[in-house]
């Protein structure tokens, strides 16, 4: 069940009088520390229509992941790293961010498990397989940089960046313009558990808590409990990343990151609190990581909570669809997953003239060999 807390300091009311009270407060139960089955006997719930749409798009988020994975196999791209088992989170954010460009929007720094989110947004497969395959049709790069390092400015999505949590310092950045032009869109950023061990992280919480000076930020963690290899009860003392936030006067909470709907209704509480009050919210996402780090270890099936399987099953029993036709999405998506990597196959690959394109401004001084 989602937990939240607001510390003294920040102002412990709940998020709107007009808003449905904090998750956590209709919830039942407790917050377990590890990865827990989804849709646990709550009194939680969204409208059928809300449900039947993140159930959709958390199966087209993973076979795509999927179809990523098997092009990658094939030997059709150099590298995989993305989201299967985060897809309860992915989904129900990317329904909810305020989409669009410009300070007024919400803008998004993702890190490399970001595709559920993207994919929510309306992200096409074509558009993903374009990176992953390196394609110079590929809108994110140009087909110059590796799998799930999405960027999107018409959505205000910020580029992946390959060194981990320096996201978290980017989105002070946004933040502080959304602030500066008291915008109402708020600066999401995500990222793993190991990486909250980096300064950028320790940075963001400095940053968006300065007092009288609070910034805008949705600040999450999806906390798989590993870094590559590194397990997570091997490095925190601190029972929940989260509770960092306390020590910071700001919002924290839990939230079990595999159960779709608890996740729905906890972001969209913490996001009301945010474009209310302006100040930033520490929030934890517990998740599975289904498919290992990346094809660094090998992007095979592992075990763990499938939050697509326990959503699936919730659905069914809710008589909101029928297993046929669950099992007839998978197929239709497989279907259509096939012929985006078969299109994208035979797109072309970056020319080397454009090496230089998108380096810098106008490709000022980009060619060192011309100095
Ligand atoms: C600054 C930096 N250090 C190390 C790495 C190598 N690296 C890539 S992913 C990763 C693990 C990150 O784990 P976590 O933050 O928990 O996120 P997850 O991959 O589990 O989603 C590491 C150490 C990196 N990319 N950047």
């Known amino acids: 069940m989602a937990k ?33 089955a989804v849709i646990a006997p709550t009194k939680l719930t969204l409208p059928k229509q809300i449900q039947l749409n993140m159930l959709d798009l958390m199966i087209k988020s993973r076979v795509l992941e999927e179809r990523l994975i098997k092009v990658y196999k094939a030997g059709d791209s150099y590298f995989w790293i993305g989201a299967p088992g985060e897809e309860a989170f992915g989904v129900p954010l990317g329904l909810l961010v305020h989409k669009g460009q410009g300070v007024e929007y919400d803008y998004l720094h993702l890190h490399y498990r970001g595709t559920p989110t993207l994919v929510a947004m309306g992200m096409t497969m074509e558009d993903s397989l374009r990176l992953m395959m390196n394609r110079s049709t590929d809108p994110s790069t140009g087909g110059r940089n ?34 500066r032009h008291k915008s109402k869109g708020i600066s999401i950023v995500t990222g793993g558990d190991a990486g909250t061990a980096e300064g950028d992280f320790a940075g963001a919480l400095v940053w968006s808590t300065r007092p009288g000076m609070e910034l805008p930020m949705l600040i999450t963690v999806q906390n798989n409990r590993m870094g590559i290899s590194t397990s ?105 997953s096939r012929a985006a990597a078969d299109l994208v196959r035979q797109e072309p690959v970056p020319t080397r003239e454009s090496i230089w394109d998108h380096v810098y401004a106008n490709n000022e001084n980009a060619d060192w060999r011309k100095f």
């Open 4 to 36: 939240t807390q607001v510390s003294k300091k920040a102002g412990a009311k709940p998020a709107s009088k007009k808003m449905p009270p904090p998750a956590a407060q209709k919830a039942a139960g407790k917050s377990a520390v590890k990865a827990k």
């Open 146 to 179: 590796f799998c799930n390092h999405y960027c999107f400015p018409k959505w205000n999505v910020v580029p992946v960046t390959s060194p981990i949590e320096v996201q978290y310092g980017q989105a002070v950045g946004t933040a502080l313009a959304q602030r």
């Open 232 to 336: 997570y009860e091997t490095q925190h003392g601190e029972k929940h990343i989260a509770d960092r936030g306390k020590a910071f006067g700001m919002r924290t909470t839990v939230v079990n990151g595999n159960d779709p709907i608890e996740t729905y209704l906890a972001i969209q509480t913490e996001m009301e609190y945010i474009r209310r009050t302006g100040k930033p919210v520490l929030a934890e996402f517990e998740v599975s990581r289904l498919y290992g780090h990346s094809s660094a270890d090998g992007a095979n099936r592992r075990d763990g909570v499938c939050p697509i399987q326990d959503f699936e099953k919730h659905c069914v029993d809710q008589k909101f669809i029928k297993s046929s036709e669950i099992k007839q999405l998978w197929e239709d998506y497989d279907v259509q």
